[in-house]
């Protein structure tokens, strides 16, 4: 059974950091693509960073770029997020993905990188809240 464990939010002020982590199990975790999304109270939810396996890709969202970091730690088979100089507008739920089998997905194959969208992820993890106060 795939299972995808979310953890590492909580409260903190503006400016502050964070570290979220994505512990998986129960799939390969040499051939996948884990994906960071978000979604804030009356929004929907949207792609904030990926990592891919097999190309060693790697996505920012633009409003997290040079603040999110994505790393990966295989023996511990674990994605961590680490946020740094958070906003509250970094305020949301954040949920782990995970897309099996990356190598014969169409991102992959175009050389596109791991994919921002959730309907390519195929696994889900439940959310960890993130919480930035002013």
């Known amino acids: 059974e795939v299972q995808l464990q979310a953890s590492g939010g909580g409260l903190v002020q503006a400016g502050g950091s964070l570290r979220l982590s994505c512990v998986a199990s129960g799939f390969t975790f040499e051939d996948y693509a884990i994906g960071w999304f978000r979604q804030a109270p009356g929004k929907e939810r949207e792609g904030v960073s990926c990592?891919?396996?097999?190309?060693?890709?790697?996505y920012y969202r633009e409003s997290v770029k040079g603040r999110f970091t994505i790393s990966k730690d295989i023996p511990k088979n674990t994605v961590y997020l680490q946020m740094n100089s958070l906003k509250p507008e970094d305020t949301a739920v954040y949920y782990c993905?995970?897309?099996?089998?990356?190598?014969?997905?169409?991102?992959?194959?175009?050389?596109?990188?791991?994919?921002?969208?959730?309907?390519?992820?195929?696994?889900w993890g439940q959310g960890t809240l993130v919480t930035v106060s002013s």
């Open positions: 990592v891919g396996s097999s190309d060693g890709s790697t």
């Open positions: 993905a995970a897309l099996g089998d990356y190598s014969t997905n169409s991102y992959y194959k175009s050389n596109l990188g791991c994919p921002s969208v959730e309907y390519e992820y195929d696994y």
